[in-house]
């Protein structure tokens, strides 16, 4: 006979830990005790070696929802106990928890949800402790249901009694409701009256069926959705949303229709049905509405993760165009009011609830890479998960960047990645930084003793965190994102580090983009970089890439009448010279080294896009069209100057005039341009290996999003025995760069 303590650490309250180590115990006949407390969960048991054996064994497949980071057990000898209790939280237990992310509806309440015997048949709320609403739920620490939004429901006697039952799936669910207690959906016509129908439920399938645009309420946000197999209500909602060609994402009924839509293999299945349910990128194989995604030869698919969403396609409805609730560029509706008020005159009719979100939080997107995946938006079904950090340190508030804003608050070696915040470019997604970050530092108790923020004086980011008063650091953008990418994997460096975006500013004043660094925690050389040309029109040239192609075209050529490509006929020779006269007269044209930018200019060349309606997406039209399995590539050049190795373009530029003048197949062209911009980095970083015996490489930065440049880089470098590391938990983008931020506030605290 043997005693052992455990102490179990991770996500392990409220997720049905205490319940599942009862039946665990009572299965191996043992005796003792289980309680939380502030540390996790503690438990004491006591019997036969073999006994033990087998439940530490079990414990290592916990409930659903939990997450276990570490187990420590002691032993010692027995007491002599004489059963097996769940005992009282201890007080002051729970102080500091980590929160659940949001889950997607479990088997059981599945099975529960469609049978017609159960009392939640076709109750759009079912829930249990392993799925449901959690994060965008919570008030306010400890997690109980009265600091949820489900506080206003009281529950009923059989509810009740199920929350109150250790061998009840539901013990302890906080958001525990049924049709008798629980919240209730609403139809509301356009202006917001009730529609009056028995069942709104069925009534918003019929309407979807007819074409209509619905907003429907979901756990962190309001989604748009319509019919995808109708063009008409596709474009549609296109036009009122005012989103011409950005695509949207579907939702499916399940995973055979995915898979009539999409090529899926074993990783993307996994993905797809993951309890987080994220959105996930896949080949394209057959189209549905052609206005869902054009241009692109992929679609973002997710399935259904609330009981609602299931209910939506129990009437025949196959796939839904799901997009968020918002007008471009507005961050995503998620209160009753605010939603009715916003999206009045591009939703017609409105399946709303009565369980407020608190927090909004907009889907998670992910794409399938060498069988696992890469993050284009953390959000939803990730967050509040943290991230570990190989070092620990003073609490840091990473302030994060402009673009697709996520903050990040640590505390001890816990890294808190926020959800997605969105574009920090006008008052309501900065209240939302503001209330997000206040919400953060409440529910897991952070206060702050450094803040660390984006060069960027212009930066809503910045200017928060100097308005603070705590010791601060500003840190180089590219920096940040290379520091993010070592933070995943614990690296300290010093390591090789390849940050490829479209805009950051430079320690010079320039804007950079291109970036060959050598990183430790400390900081870091600028061992190279994309050759550097003019940016006309700063932020103009982001949005008309058929300025960055001119810019590059006269660094190459004298005269428009030497260039002989169809690009220059739909220039003319007025807008030539325009941007001829601001490079010469310096007039608002930084110089830039961004790799963005010159992917901008070559699908402006090719004629893919002039002008862009959503951020990257001459550069991602270009990936999209390039020819697969294309082994060709151009020349270019790598000079040192001043000590630094700079990859100069102008040959590739050259290469590809003359052969968009040869008519040949832009995809061909779109390859091997991806293929050289991958020849050149592994080129610039051999050299650099020579000159640091540095052979660790980390990819960061936006354009890695691109999974062709990507996977190209990724083989070269593999090839070339260098060791690769890329982004896996958060993205390369900037919704990543907080992440690198914290860690080096707690590398310099
Ligand atoms: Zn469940
Ligand atoms: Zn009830
Ligand atoms: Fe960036």
């Not at 009392?119 to 008030?139: A, E, L, S």
């Not at 109708?230 to 474009?235: G, T, Y």
Request: net charge negative; hydrophobic share 35%.
């Amino acid at each position: 006979m043997r005693r052992v303590h455990i102490l179990v650490q991770g996500i392990v309250q409220g997720v049905g830990f205490r319940p599942f180590v009862y039946g665990l115990a009572k299965k191996f006949g043992l005796c003792g005790w289980v309680l939380n407390d502030e540390q996790g969960v503690q438990i004491e048991v006591e019997g036969k070696e073999g006994a033990i054996e087998g439940f530490l064994s079990g414990l290592k497949t916990p409930p659903p929802l939990a997450m276990i980071e570490e187990v420590k057990t002691e032993y010692f000898p027995p007491v002599g106990y004489r059963d097996f209790e769940i005992r009282e939280s201890e007080r002051g237990a729970e102080r500091f928890a980590l929160i659940s992310p949001d889950i997607a509806t479990c088997k059981d309440c599945l099975r529960e949800l469609f049978d017609p015997q159960d009392r939640r048949y076709r109750y759009p709320f079912i829930n249990c402790t392993n799925c449901g609403p959690r994060f965008t739920i919570i008030r306010d620490i400890p997690y109980d249901r009265d600091k949820t939004t489900m506080a206003p429901f009281r529950m009923c006697e059989p509810c009740s009694r199920e929350y109150h039952d250790p061998l009840n799936r539901r013990f302890h669910a906080q958001p525990n409701a049924c049709p008798a207690c629980g919240p209730q959906v609403r139809l509301l016509k356009e202006d917001g009256t009730e529609l009056p129908c028995h069942d709104p439920v069925r009534e918003a399938v019929r309407l979807l069926r007819e074409g209509r645009i619905l907003a429907v309420k979901g756990l962190g946000g309001f989604h748009l959705a319509c019919d995808a197999r109708n063009e008409e209500a596709v474009s549609r909602l296109r036009r009122k949303k005012y989103r011409e060609d950005k695509p949207f994402a579907l939702m499916c009924r399940d995973l055979e229709v995915a898979g009539r839509l999409c090529y899926l293999d074993g990783t993307a299945a996994e993905l797809l049905q993951s309890k987080e349910r994220p959105i996930v990128i896949l080949p394209k194989k057959e189209d549905v509405a052609p206005s869902v995604a054009p241009y692109h030869r992929t679609l973002g698919l997710m399935l259904p993760y609330t009981p609602l969403h299931h209910l939506l396609f129990s009437d025949g409805l196959d796939v839904l165009v799901m997009t968020s609730g918002n007008l471009s560029d507005e961050p995503i509706a998620y209160k009753d009011e605010d939603a009715l008020r916003r999206l009045q005159g591009i939703a017609e009719y409105f399946l709303m609830h009565n369980r407020e979100i608190h927090i909004r939080c907009d889907d998670s997107v992910l794409k399938p890479f060498r069988g696992g995946a890469t993050f284009f938006r953390r959000s939803r079904g990730y967050v509040p998960y943290p991230i570990k950090l190989r070092k620990r340190g003073r609490s840091v508030l990473g302030c994060g960047a402009e673009l697709k804003n996520t903050f990040c608050l640590t505390k001890g070696d816990y890294a808190f990645m926020s959800h997605h915040i969105g574009d920090l470019e006008n008052f309501e997604t900065l209240t939302s930084f503001e209330e997000g970050i206040e919400h953060f530092k409440r529910l897991f108790q952070i206060e702050p003793e450094v803040v660390v923020h984006d060069l960027h004086p212009d930066y809503l980011s910045t200017r928060y965190a100097l308005g603070l008063e705590l010791p601060k650091f500003g840190i180089q953008h590219h920096f940040a994102h290379a520091l993010s990418c070592m933070a995943e994997h614990g690296l300290e460096g010093p390591v090789l580090a390849v940050v490829m975006d479209g805009t950051g500013y430079g320690e010079d004043g320039t804007v950079w983009g291109g970036e060959f660094l050598e990183v430790s925690l400390e900081g870091y050389r600028r061992l190279g970089h994309l050759r550097q040309v003019p940016l006309p029109g700063g932020d103009r040239a982001v949005k008309e890439p058929w300025r960055m192609a001119t810019v590059y075209l006269q660094q190459v050529f004298r005269s428009p009448k030497e260039v002989k490509i169809p690009f220059i006929s739909w220039l003319g020779p007025r807008r030539w010279r325009l941007i001829r006269e601001m490079v010469r007269e310096g007039i608002n044209s930084p110089l830039t080294s961004s790799t963005g930018r010159f992917f901008d200019a070559v699908s402006a060349l090719l004629g893919i896009r002039q002008e862009v309606n959503y951020e990257g997406q001459a550069a991602i039209e270009l990936e999209q069209v390039a020819a697969e399995g294309e082994g060709g590539e151009y020349p270019f050049d790598i000079e040192e100057r001043e000590g630094r190795l700079i990859f100069d373009p102008l040959p590739t530029i050259l290469q590809i005039v003359e052969e968009i003048r040869k008519g040949e197949d832009p995809p061909l062209v779109a390859a091997r341009f991806h293929n050289t911009l991958a020849r050149a980095t592994v080129e610039m970083l051999s050299r650099m290996r020579e000159a640091t015996d540095l052979s660790e490489v980390v990819l960061s930065g936006g354009c890695f999003q691109n999974h062709l440049l990507l996977g190209r880089v990724y083989h070269l470098l593999e090839e070339g025995d260098f060791r690769v590391w890329i982004h896996r938990k958060v993205p390369p983008n900037d919704g990543g760069i907080a992440l690198g931020q914290a860690l080096y506030g707690i590398a310099r605290g």
